[in-house]
């Protein structure tokens, strides 16, 4: 026999050798069935899962991830900017209805501005790096091609996994600086009831944060603590987690993030076009008295009877 003949001649027989030596080529419906659930055998791979032989829950966790999270949360981000874009059609821009007086007062301390804008940056870098991640291979792939994708995502990835961690310190620093501001009280449910004075023909009474702002707030808080926890988790993923906990990590992780970027899209509305005077508060410190007066009446009060004491 020739020699290449005799060459293939004993790859045959060996591939034939491990065919019906090989449980697992030999193996019928119910051996397959029983690894899908969890049976154990041999595997090459070393560590906490080297048992496992097919991880079955991680094609449940991509079919969750591409279907049905990213599917609604990109309608729930299309609705979201449908309904400010029809809300600022319909209502124009919060005016202030009385004449500037001139006269201001402070609103926001200089450590409370540098914390919120530290913070708001770094949000906008997650939200942008993580819906990239998510979005991109079916947005932006097409458009820049392999090469230059790839170096973006890459990027990207960075990004969000160094930011993370920073952020999480911002949302404590956040949660300290303002919770006593944003504990509900009875002035929120008059203020919810008239949709914060839209359905109503004068101005809903607020204190120093509205009923509004305590939502975002608690959003923030809420989702955020979830995002970080299983953010977390994902980053350091050398703590020898199994898959399975990285698979519900991602999960908590991109639907609370997709909730505050559809909370943080209303929240950045309101705070700049949506309301005539709320910006100037969070970027010089002081607001018009009638812009206090106008949205946050109680508080504005509360701040007149501690300067007549002082
Ligand atoms: C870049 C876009 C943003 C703009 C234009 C903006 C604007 C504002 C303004 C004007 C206020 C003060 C409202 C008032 O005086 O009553 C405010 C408060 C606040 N912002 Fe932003 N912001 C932005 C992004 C963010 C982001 C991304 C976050 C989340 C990390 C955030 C979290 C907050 C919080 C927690 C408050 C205090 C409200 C409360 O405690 O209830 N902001 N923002």
Redesign the pocket.
Known sequence: MHGTGKLLFAAAITLLAILFTDPLFAADADTWRQIRHGAEGYSAVQGRESGMLIQSTGQDWRLLRNGPIAVLGAWGLVLTLLALGGFFLLHGRIRLDAPRTGITVP??SVYERIL?WT??I???LL?CSGLLLLYGRETLLPLLGHGAFSSLAAAAKTAHNYSGPL?IV??LL?LIA?LG??IPTAVDRQWLKSLGGVTGDRHASAGR??AG??G??WL?MLA?IAVSISGLILDFSNFGQPRSLLQISHVIHSVSALLLSAG?LG??YI??IG?EG??E??TTGR?DTTWAEQ??DLWYEQLGRREKKS
């Open positions: 609103r926001w919120h913070t708001a770094l949000f906008l939200m952020f911002g949302l956040m303002w501001d944003n944060m509205n702002e305590k975002w707030f923030l955020g943080a929240h950045i705070g700049s309301t709320a910006l508060g969070m607001v949205h946050h």
